[in-house]
């Protein structure tokens, strides 16, 4: 058992000091300024009464006893207020899905990326329990913040990169030039199939990739060849192309190519301003390997109050009855 506002007792400690002092220094003014009383001729024969004696010896003993009932009252609710609390360990329930964010952050990407992360700052609102990753790529690809249910720590990222794309601050390039060309779409899926931790365990695992599937320079995997390394490792591809459109032939037949590759992994295609594509994602995912799994052990501490409870509860009663008591 321990308090985990353990500093109370010691502030109580010190109001009590004060007030017994105060009560101390206005006890004695008044003392000495009281008028002197008139003498009693022949007292002790009344206090000398057997009868008196043993009524005398009644009051102080209730007295002492209300005094107690007080005392116990007052520590009991300092101690309440203290938050007794006793250790224990519970294991956290998560589930055993693994999402691994996959954002193109090569030139042409420029334009979309704020609105892309916003995406999938939404996505993680709606995610209960599942440990999400985010991996920027352009001729290589960086992890920006691995693994994690720490969903917290996920937004604080999420928002710092969204402030490094709107600043015009270049420090999430750092390390995606690492390649011949730019924006090598298929070394980028092959590079976030990758990146999931616990190959070995039977879990679910998805990637969202954001690109417009525009690739310059030599890649090592095209991205149909990714997009068969995702479906060998057993991952889902869900994709979101800001370039889908139909105003340019060429961007038609990327956005063809980025669909059916996804397609294939068992995932699904959304254009940017589908509005239907969060909702549609996150009903997809929740639908994979929905059982829970049991995390790593944490110790917590639990509030523990019944005990002191019970004490003031018992020490009220008792200070009532005597209350009563005495004033008979």
Not at 305 to 322: D, E, H, N, T
Request: charged share 20%; proline share 4%; net charge negative.
């Amino acid at each position: 058992m321990e308090l985990i506002l353990w500093w109370m007792p010691l502030a109580f400690a010190a109001a009590a000091a004060a007030a017994v002092a105060t009560a101390v220094i206005v006890y004695r003014r008044r003392r000495d300024r009281a008028p002197a009383g008139r003498p009693v001729g022949h007292a002790e024969r009344l206090t000398g009464l057997p009868g008196y004696r043993a009524a005398l010896l009644r009051y102080r003993a209730l007295l002492a006893l209300l005094g107690g009932a007080a005392v116990l009252v007052l520590l009991a609710g300092v101690t309440l207020a203290s938050r007794p609390a006793a250790p224990g360990i519970v294991y956290p329930q998560m589930s055993n899905r693994d999402i691994v964010l996959c954002l193109d952050v090569s030139g042409s990407m420029i334009d979309y990326d704020v609105e892309l992360v916003g995406v999938f700052a939404e996505l993680v609102e709606d995610f209960e329990g599942e440990r999400v990753s985010l991996v920027v790529f352009n001729a290589s690809a960086v992890t920006y913040f691995p693994l994690t249910s720490d969903y917290g720590y996920i937004g604080e990222q999420l928002a710092r990169i969204t402030e490094q794309f709107e600043s015009g601050n270049i420090a999430y390039f750092d390390g995606t030039f690492f390649g011949e060309g730019s924006s090598l779409i298929g070394d980028g899926l092959a590079a976030c199939s990758l990146r999931f931790d616990t190959p070995d365990k039977d879990r679910s695992r998805s990637i969202i990739l954001a690109t417009d599937n525009l690739v310059v320079g030599e890649s090592i995997y095209s991205l149909p060849q990714a997009g068969e390394l995702a479906t060998e490792l057993g991952i889902r591809v869900y994709g979101i192309n800001p370039g889908d459109s139909e105003a340019r032939e060429y961007l038609a037949v990327l956005a063809a190519e980025f669909e059916t590759v996804v397609t294939d992994t068992g995932g699904a295609y959304y254009a940017l301003g589908d509005p239907g594509a969060i909702g549609s994602i996150v009903e997809r995912i929740a639908a994979e390997q929905a059982t829970l799994t049991r995390a790593a052990p944490q110790v917590v501490l639990s509030d523990r109050p019944g005990l002191f409870v019970g004490i003031a509860f018992l020490g009220l009663s008792g200070l009532f009855a005597l209350a009563i008591r005495t004033r008979r």
